[in-house]
Structure formats: structure tokens, C-alpha cells
């Protein structure tokens, strides 16, 4: 229908999409916390059970559970509690007590039930860990995974396909709790490889990587096979593609046809895999945090749900949110510059 | 498990066949092609699991420079597997278990191509012959502009640096006809037309002023007018040039506008061939007869019915025995006994340069053309 | 196979000269398909496929449409049988007004108006046996036809020349002409009185195109149908039509019986059209070796020329063509035309220079191999 017109993705319809996207991210995070700040602070009351107690956990003195009630504003409607939580977010709060004041600095997630420590150093503490794990899985995953899926697809019905997509079946079948122990038990018990706490990458760069490496192959594992599988098939699919076959009549060497003109094209299916998996990535990480004792968000999740620690669940919960979406519109945006027939608007 | 895993599994199959990937010439040191352009006993065969595709089984014509060869078929014909066999693109980038297996002898411009070393017919490919698709659409690559695309056709042969390149691919679609070249260069293949991307994709055939363009149904994507500012333009770019063209189509219309030979096909083999007006006027095979009578025709004051050839085309797999087109051959229990049903017709010449393979005898064939067909027609 | 029988009963059909109550009745029928950008996702223009279009189709006859992608004759053929709303305009059937109908009361007139589809592979769901996707319309339109579903659907796999025992097989075991024939099964199911047509023929073989074309043919005589044609080859139609619109641009260029279109084309755009197509004689005896070469592509439908929408790629626009619309009117007897300055009939607009750009829209070649 419509003939020759040329794209109009200019500058600026990028930046009105980038506008209509963010706003529409926030209004998602919004939608995020209010159900996560729903599931754990009003249902608990509907069941009985007053967020209140949690806090104070086996002090049973009413005086204080009405003093804990007051300063953290559990009194309030659901709706007003909600605002300030948000509020607190943006400007900071002052939780207070009559007399016992206590100034909470934006960004502000509140204090942990637990430790009266407040949650957000805590989650800039732990996302580092989890982001290091996270791109580094990713890196690996990505590069191993399309490698050997399109050594598959070049060497289809060979030992060398059939090794790939077994390996890449076991894969995708083997739990990360099992993979990680063994690989646990292999090279850090048995063979004594890999050694020692994780350290920051500004702090000790060398224990950084040795820290993660089995982390990272155990994550990237898993993931790993489904981008093997995924690329083999795609590029059977792109080599049976016209363009392929007009790269070849043009005289191109047939290594230049794969690198070049099948393997642009590869890239759109795993770019679309990688958006899904982003969120599920935070699954992972936090089996594999638990399973090499990691301080990352993971764990710290974990420990928070088994300790009913609800600032921090909420924390946890918004910090992974603002990452998928984040991640997600990096991926459409990159879409874009793949495939220049996408056009963003 | 899900389905990723088939190929890789039925592979197993397919392990025993022997990789006859390049064919050699079976008669070695049969003589030299004197023709610019000779195919002899063409076979390309697929092994699949369900057994062996035949989709060219035993193809032979030859042709020179300047000249248009149309072949014309319908789908399964085998029409633009040939044409694919003569580029070398059925053993190119062929991974695993579909290898082609493809025979014969192609004689281009005295070198033999299916015995040669493949590298050699790779730098061949491109530089002396090249192809035009159906839809350019898909033939182009929708990631890069027309320009690199047209430039990377370029500098394969050439060497020379981007800007060199670049230049010359602005010439060639201002030669095809393209507005503004010069801006035209740098868009994508989604950003033309139908027709100004068959004009890109001609351009980028003949970058390297090819002596053979095989085009494969170029214009069947197009509309009318656009398929006759195309057919224009193939036509003078073969004039300026002087190279040969193969034209693969389904259109009679077509071929009878742009070919001075002309090949009938049907089920893998060619059943006719012969100068377009011989074919045309004097057609020598009843597929040939069923074709121009099953054409709707707009140069034709009648509108009677038209007369279709019965049946469909044959699965590749299960060629029927005997002439490929007994079971659709309104003529087939003409000729003696069971003749048609178990000896393959070979092609025996009709008239200087024109071939039938048919059971009728040549009486038959008068008598039935003249007398039952032509009139209808 | 029963292509030649009916043969000897043909002239019943030859010149009917459709007159009386029109089956179907279009007047000024339009639809434009908005585009949205920017921010609010307002909408800044239009896709205006088709834009104003008037006629008529009478009862036994064949109104074949023919134009080149983006005419908006696929769009036209939807909005008549009511797959698509209109944006404006009326649509009559039979004297009712369909054109805003809801769903509910278009059930009814649903099963008098029936499409046949360009696609045999992608229209027919490959799960169904052929049972139950000819049956599908007495499902949905709640009948259950005299001798029950089976038989019928039985006799209407004969009707279209498919064996009735394969009542139980799938798509996939047919072949292309033979799936386009369980299409047309599928469309006559509930015994329509205008069947619409969009490129019936061309996802198909040669040899096997001559038979669904034939086979429309038998169904029309023995069925009384009337047919909307639309294609885009010139050649089918001429064939198959009794009456033939071309359009270009979401508008009716030109309106006419068969024989007087071929034989003198009056709008420039049918003229270099047909001279277009490539005819399969290599002398083209009896036909002019001269053909008209348009240049360029067809303008787009979101920003169509002003005034003629042609004017910008014909060779005899005037000022008057590039400022006002032309009517289509009745020229000839039979014939409808929108131009001012026709071929083959007085000039509407006498007395106007040709614009400098005309002078080069076209570029004429000789195509006969030799003359």
C-alpha cells in the first residue's frame, strides 16, 4: 500500500518514542509497587497477621506494637501508606515517634524489619554482585551459545551438531542447584580451582573474576543451551533465505556469506530471546547466589522472604523491575539498530 | 524435547548416502563446448527421506552470446533448479545432509564448470554470469542499503577501494533507470518500490558487466506496467551489452516478447525446444498445446472456453513412468500398445533446431495441431 | 474432468446486457485507513485506499476489477462484502442499505454475499477436514441443509469437480488448484447470489488456472451466480468479464463492457495498461507492436496527485488535470470514463495545452520480435 516512501525515523520521533516508553516504565513500576506493596502489607492484615507484629517479631508488648504501628505509619489508610512510600522514594521521609526521630535520606525503601538498617545502602551494596554476575553470564551465554549454535547449523547432521544440541539438552533440562554443586564439588572442593569470597571489581579485580567464573558458567549454562538451540534453527532458517542465495550469486566467499550476511540477520531472534529472558535472569541469579554464596540481590531476596523482611521484598522487587524494563527498552531500541525496517513510534 | 532437534536427528538417515557433491564429467575428455553457453545431460538430484527428488533429469541446450533463451514451465518443472545448477549455487553452502547431487556437463565459454575447481566457479559467479530473482524483495538483504550491497557485488571482483565502489554503484542505477541516484544509494531495500527494487537488483547483477544473465521469473512480482518498464530494460541492457540471457518464467506472454529460443519444460526433463516462432506457431508436444490453450488472452476478440490441461503437475518423487506427462496427455493412448506409459520419450529434432520428445509421430502432431488445436487457439 | 460438456450450451451468456434492479449497488463508497505517529498517537493522514466509488452489479452478470497493487481493489472487494466498515458511502444489497449494518442483522445477508479467497494454502485451516470446512457455513449460519450435511456437502465436492469420497482427507492432500476448489465449495455452501472473487487465479499454475476459470464459468450458468472479479491480470479478465472496472488510486478510471474496452480504451491509464501486457505471439500479429511505457511508480495512496490522479504519469494532462477531479460519465453507451481529455471519444476539456511534463510521462516502444 504504501510505495517508496522513505523512513521517517529522524531524531526526533526517537526521542518521542524514548519519552512515550520511560513514561510508560514509570507508570509499570508504579503498578509493580502497589501490587507488591498490597501483596505484603494489606494481605497479611485481611489474614490476620499485622505487619506491625513482624517488626517487632517476639517483643509481644502492646505499647510497642502500637509505638512501631505509629512510627512506620501502619495506622494509615492502605492508599496513604502507598503515597508515602512513593513519596519517600523521591524526597526522603522522617519516621517519628513522639520523641524518637529518625531521618530516612532519599531514595528512601524504608528500614529492614530485621536489622533496622536501611534498605537501600543495602540494595546499592547487593546490586553490583548481581549485575556482575548478570552481564558476565550474559556475555558468555550470548557468545557461547551462538557459537555453537551456528557450528550446529553449519555442520547440521555431523558428530559436531549432535555433540552441540545434546550438550545444549542437557542444558536446558539440569537444574541450576545441580549444576552449580556439582561444578561446586568438582573444581572448588575436589580440584581446589576456584577459591575464596567474592571481592568488587574495584577492589581486586583477580578475585572478582575467580569469584564468579564458576558462577557465571553455571548461569550461562543454562541459558547458554537455549541460545544454541535457538541460533542453529534460525540460521537454517536464514541460509534457505533468498538474500542468502543472491550473496552466493554475487561470488562471495562462502565465509563472508555466513559472517556477514547470514549472521546480521541471527541476530534478531536471539536479540528478542535475550528480552524475555532478562527477567528471568533474576530467577537464576538467585539460585545461583544461594548456591555460591553470593551477596547479591539474589540472596538477599531470599534471606528477606524467609525473615518476612517486607521493606526489603518491596526494595528487592522494585530495584529487579526498573532493571527489566530498563533492560527491555534497551532491546527494542536496539532492534532498531539491527534491523532497519523497525521503526520505532 | 521439542522440534529443534528433528533435523539433527533424522540426519542419522541420510549418513550412508555417498557425497557426491560435484559432479564429474562422466565421458571424460568429451569434446569441448563450441557454444558460448552448453548444458549437457544436466541432472540435479536431492536425496530426501521420503527418496530422490529428480528435479533436472537429463537437460541439454546451448547458447550464444546475444541471444535470449526463455525457459518456460510451471512450478516443479524444474526450471529455476537449472538455472541455480548453472550458477554452481546447488553445491555452494550446502551444510550437512541436503547436498545436491548434480551431473552433467556445463561448457561457459569453453571451461567445464561442474568438474572445476569450485573456487574457480565461485570467481566466476557474479563477474562472468549473473542472476536476477523473482522478488527482490527477499533477494536483497533488508539490513544493508541497495548502495553496499551493490558495492560489496563490486569490490568482490574488483579491487578497489569503497569510494571507487561507490561511484560505480551510483552509475549503475542511474543506467537502470533510477532517480536520484546519488541519495537513492544510501536507502534500504524496504524504502523502494517493487519495481525500482528489481531496477536495484538489476543494477546489481550487471556491476560487473556479466556475459550471462540468467533471470529467474523477474518480473512475476511485479504489476503489469512496472513488468514492462523492467522487460524494456532488460532488453536494452542486452543490446548495449551483448550478453546472453536465460529467462525463466511461467508466462508465455513473456518469453514470446523476449526469447529467441525457447525451451519447454515438464517434470524435470525438457519436452520441447526451438526458436520462439516455431514453438509459437508450429508447437510439437501436446504440454506445449495445453499451455497456449489454457492461457486467458487479451489479444483475442473470442472468449471461449478455455481448454486446461487435466490433472496437476507430478510430485518430483514419483515421476510417472514413461512420458512424465502420459497421465494429463489427452493423446497419450494415440501411439501404439503401451508406449507412452513405459519407454521416456527421448527429444528427436523436428526441424532444424527444433525438438519434440513426444511418441506421436511427426504426422500425428500436424494432423492434431492443425486441425484440432490451432483453430480453438 | 468435465471442462469441455457444457461447451455446446454456451452462447446463453455471450452479450447479456445487464438491465433491471441492480443485485448490488455502490454509491460513493469510501475507506480510508488512518495513520498515527508521534507522541499522542494522533492521527496525521490517511491511507486513502479507496475514495469515492460508484457502480452498480446486476444480477447473472461478472463485474471484473482490475487495477495494480494499491488501486484499492482488494479493499473495495472487503467493503462490499462487508469484512471491512466503510468510512463513508452506501452499500445496497438487493435494496438494502448494508453499509453500517451490525453483525447481528448482517447475519442473514451474510450467506447471500460470499468470498473466495487469492490464497488457496493460507485460507483453508489445515486442521479441518474438507468435510468440515465446506460444511462450516451451515454451522455457523445454524441450517442443516435437505438430506443432511454430509450429503450436501458431498454434492457440492462434485459440484466443483473434487471426488466426494475424499470428504475426509485434509488441505494438505490437495493440490493447489484442488484446495481453490474446496474454496469455492466452502464459498457456494449456502447458495450466495453474488459471490466476490479477489484474484481467484493467480497463485496458480498455468494449466491449472484454466481450470478454476472454466470451472467459475460452469458454476455461473448452472448456479445463476453473479460474480466480482477482481484481479490483476488483464488477461483473466478479459476472459471472465462481462463488465470491467479499472481502477487506479482508490478511484474508478473507467467503467465498461468488455468488447468496447479492449477495443477502444478511453482512459489513457486502461490504454497504456493493456498495451502493457505481454501477449504470447512473438509477431504479435493482430496486435499493435507498440506499447506505451509508463514511467515511474503509482503515486502513493497517502498523498495522491491533486486534480486527475493520474496526471502525474499521463501524457495528455492539461492544467485543467492537475485542478480538477474528472466524473466519471457516461461517454459512450456502455462506456464510463473520468477523464478530460479520453481517447477515442470528444474531448471534455477542448482547447487546453499539454503541460511540459506530459510531453515526456511516457516513453513508446516497439516489442514485435520482427516486424
Known amino acids: ?345 | 524435547m521439542t522440534d529443534f532437534d528433528k533435523p539433527a536427528t533424522a540426519a542419522s538417515a541420510a549418513e550412508t548416502v555417498p557425497d557426491t557433491t560435484v559432479g564429474v564429467p562422466q565421458a571424460v575428455g568429451s569434446a569441448p563446448s563450441t557454444s558460448f553457453l552448453e548444458v549437457r545431460d544436466l541432472r540435479v538430484h536431492f536425496p530426501t527421506d521420503d527418496g530422490l527428488v529428480k528435479s533436472v533429469d537429463g537437460l541439454s541446450f546451448q547458447l550464444e552470446k546475444g541471444q535470449t533463451l526463455g525457459i518456460v514451465g510451471e512450478s516443479g518443472s524444474g526450471k529455476s533448479v537449472t538455472s541455480l545448477g548453472i550458477m554452481g549455487l546447488h553445491t555452494t553452502g550446502q551444510y550437512g545432509r541436503s547436498k545436491a547431487r548434480v551431473t552433467g556437463e556445463i561448457w561457459f565459454d569453453g571451461q567445464e564448470l561442474l568438474g572445476a575447481d569450485p573456487d574457480e566457479v565461485r570467481k566466476l559467479r557474479g563477474r562472468e554470469m549473473a542472476m536476477i530473482f523473482q522478488d527482490p524483495l527477499s533477494a536483497m538483504h533488508p539490513y544493508y542499503t541497495v548502495g553496499k550491497q551493490i558495492v560489496e557485488a563490486y569490490r568482490v571482483h574488483h579491487n578497489v577501494d569503497k569510494k571507487v565502489a561507490r561511484k560505480r554503484a551510483i552509475e549503475m542505477l542511474d543506467l537502470v533507470g533510477i532517480p536520484q541516484p546519488d541519495k537513492r544509494v544510501d536507502s534500504y531495500p524496504h524504502e523502494f518500490s517493487g519495481g525500482m527494487r528489481q531496477r536495484a537488483m538489476i543494477a546489481m547483477s550487471l556491476v560487473n558487466n556479466p556475459n550471462l544473465l540468467i533471470a529467474d521469473e523477474p518480473t512475476t512480482a511485479l504489476d503489469v506496467t512496472v513488468q514492462a518498464q523492467i522487460l524494456d530494460l532488460i532488453r536494452d541492457l542486452q543490446k548495449e551489452f551483448g550478453s546472453a540471457v536465460i529467462m525463466i518464467t511461467h508466462d508465455l506472454g513473456v518469453v514470446a516478447e523476449m526469447a529467441d529460443q525457447l525451451l519447454v519444460m515438464y517434470g524435470g526433463r525438457c519436452v520441447e525446444r526451438g526458436s520462439a516462432e516455431e514453438v509459437f506457431y508450429q508447437p510439437q508436444h501436446p504440454y506445449t498445446w495445453g499451455l497456449l490453450g489454457s492461457m486467458p488472452r487479451i489479444d483475442r476478440e473470442q472468449t471461449e472456453r478455455l481448454i486446461p490441461v487435466k490433472g496437476s503437475p507430478p510430485s518430483l518423487i514419483n515421476i510417472p513412468d514413461g512420458c512424465a506427462f502420459n497421465p494429463r496427455c489427452p493423446y497419450a493412448d494415440v501411439p501404439k500398445g503401451n508406449v507412452t506409459r513405459t519407454v521416456r520419450p527421448e527429444l528427436q529434432q523436428v526441424s532444424s533446431g527444433h525438438y519434440s520428445a513426444c511418441h506421436l509421430s511427426a504426422e500425428q502432431r500436424t494432423r492434431i495441431w492443425t486441425e484440432e488445436i490451432a483453430p480453438k487457439l | ?371
Open chain 1, 1 to 345: 500500500m504504501t510505495r517508496g516512501a522513505p523512513a521517517a525515523t529522524g531524531p526526533r520521533t526517537v526521542l518521542a518514542y524514548v519519552i512515550r516508553r520511560l513514561f510508560a516504565v514509570v507508570m509499570m513500576l508504579l503498578v509493580v509497587t502497589l501490587t507488591t506493596f498490597v501483596i505484603f502489607f494489606v494481605l497479611p492484615k485481611w489474614a490476620g497477621q499485622d505487619p506491625a507484629l513482624l517488626f517487632v517479631g517476639k517483643q509481644t508488648d502492646a505499647a510497642s506494637i502500637q509505638g512501631i504501628r505509629e512510627k512506620l505509619g501502619l495506622a494509615d489508610p492502605v492508599l496513604v501508606q502507598f503515597w508515602h512510600f512513593v513519596q519517600a522514594l523521591f524526597v526522603g521521609r522522617e519516621y517519628s515517634s513522639g520523641t524518637d526521630v529518625t531521618q530516612c535520606a532519599a531514595p528512601c525503601f524504608g528500614y529492614s524489619f530485621r536489622t533496622e538498617q536501611e534498605v537501600w545502602p543495602q540494595l546499592t551494596d547487593a546490586l553490583p554482585v548481581t549485575l556482575s554476575l548478570a552481564a558476565g553470564a550474559c556475555l558468555l551465554w550470548v557468545v557461547g551459545g551462538v557459537a555453537a549454535g551456528v557450528v550446529s547449523a553449519l555442520r547440521r547432521g555431523t558428530i559436531w551438531d549432535r555433540a552441540a544440541m545434546s550438550i545444549a539438552l542437557a542444558g536446558v533440562s539440569l537444574p541450576i542447584y545441580f549444576t552449580g554443586l556439582l561444578s561446586l564439588a568438582i573444581f572448588s572442593f575436589k580440584l581446589g580451582w576456584i577459591e575464596g569470597e567474592f571481592a568488587s571489581f574495584s577492589d581486586d579485580p583477580a578475585q572478582w573474576f575467580q569469584s564468579l567464573l564458576l558462577p557465571w558458567i553455571t548461569l550461562a549454562f543454562l541459558y547458554a543451551a537455549m541460545y544454541a538451540r535457538l541460533t542453529r534453527a534460525s540460521m537454517l532458517e536464514i541460509l534457505g533465505e533468498d538474500y542468502i542465495r543472491t550473496a552466493r550469486a554475487k561470488g562471495l566467499t562462502e565465509r563472508v556469506v555466513i559472517s556477514k550476511h547470514a549472521m546480521r540477520s541471527t541476530w534478531t531472534p536471539v536479540l528478542t530471546l535475550l528480552g524475555l529472558d532478562l527477567g528471568a535472569l533474576l530467577g537464576g541469579a538467585i539460585l545461583t547466589e544461594s548456591t555460591y554464596n553470593l551477596p547479591g540481590l539474589g540472596r538477599l531476596a531470599v534471606d528477606a522472604i524467609a525473615q518476612k523482611d517486607l521493606p526489603v521484598i518491596l526494595g528487592v522487587t522494585l530495584i529487579a523491575a526498573i532493571f527489566i524494563c530498563v533492560a527491555n527498552l534497551l532491546v527494542d531500541m536496539l532492534y532498531a539498530v539491527i534491523d532497519p525496517r523497525v521503526r520505532l513510534g
Open chain 3, 1 to 371: 474432468m468435465s471442462e469441455n460438456e457444457t461447451k455446446a450450451a454456451e452462447p446463453a451468456q455471450a452479450a447479456v446486457k445487464p438491465k433491471g434492479e441492480p443485485l448490488l449497488k455502490v454509491e460513493n463508497l469510501v475507506k480510508h485507513f488512518p495513520i498515527r505517529s508521534g507522541l499522542m498517537q494522533r492521527q496525521t493522514g490517511a491511507v486513502k485506499a479507496v475514495d469515492g466509488l460508484s457502480f452498480e452489479v446486476y444480477p447473472g452478470e461478472t463485474l471484473g476489477v482490475v487495477g495494480e497493487s494499491g488501486c484499492g481493489k482488494s479493499t473495495m472487494g472487503r467493503l462490499i462484502t462487508r469484512l471491512l466498515e466503510p468510512t463513508s458511502g452506501k452499500v445496497e444489497f438487493e435494496g438494502n442499505d448494508i453499509t453500517h449494518m451490525s453483525t447481528a442483522k448482517m447475519r442473514p445477508h451474510r450467506r447471500d454475499v460470499q468470498m473466495i479467497f487469492q490464497d488457496p494454502y493460507s485460507s483453508l485451516n489445515p486442521r479441518h477436514t474438507i468435510g468440515t470446512i465446506v460444511s462450516a457455513p451451515f454451522k455457523l449460519q445454524g441450517v442443516t441443509p435437505e438430506g443432511g450435511v454430509k450429503k450436501e456437502v458431498q454434492r457440492l465436492m462434485a459440484l466443483v469437480g473434487l471426488n466426494p469420497e475424499h470428504y475426509n482427507r485434509y488441505p494438505h492432500e490437495f493440490s493447489g488448484g484442488q484446495r481453490q476448489r474446496i474454496g469455492i465449495a466452502r464459498a457456494l455452501a449456502l447458495n450466495p447470489k453474488l459471490v466476490v472473487a479477489d484474484e481467484p487465479v493467480s497463485a496458480l499454475d498455468v494449466s491449472i488456472q484454466a481450470q478454476v476459470v472454466n470451472l467459475l464459468d460452469d458454476l455461473q450458468q448452472e448456479l445463476g451466480l453473479t460474480y466480482v472479479i477482481i484481479a490483476h491480470d488483464l488477461s483473466v479478465i478479459r476472459h471472465v468479464s462481462d463488465r470491467i472496472a479499472v481502477m487506479y488510486l482508490g478511484k474508478i478510471v473507467e467503467l465498461a463492457d468488455r468488447a468496447s474496452l479492449y477495443k477502444a480504451p478511453m482512459h489513457p491509464y486502461t490504454k497504456a495498461l493493456m498495451s502493457a501486457v505481454p501477449v504470447p505471439d512473438p509477431r504479435r500479429r493482430g496486435v499493435k507492436s507498440e506499447r506505451i511505457l509508463l514511467k515511474g511508480d503509482v503515486p502513493s495512496p497517502i498523498k495522491p496527485p491533486s486534480g486527475c490522479r493520474f496526471h502525474t504519469r499521463c501524457w495528455k494532462a492539461t492544467e485543467i488535470c492537475l485542478t480538477q477531479d474528472p466524473p466519471l460519465l457516461e461517454l459512450k453507451p456502455g462506456q464510463q470514463v473520468a477523464c478530460h481529455h479520453p481517447e477515442n471519444a470528444a474531448d471534455q476539456a477542448p482547447g487546453e495545452e499539454i503541460v511540459a511534463e506530459a510531453k515526456d510521462a511516457v516513453k513508446v516502444v516497439d516489442v514485435a520480435k520482427d516486424a
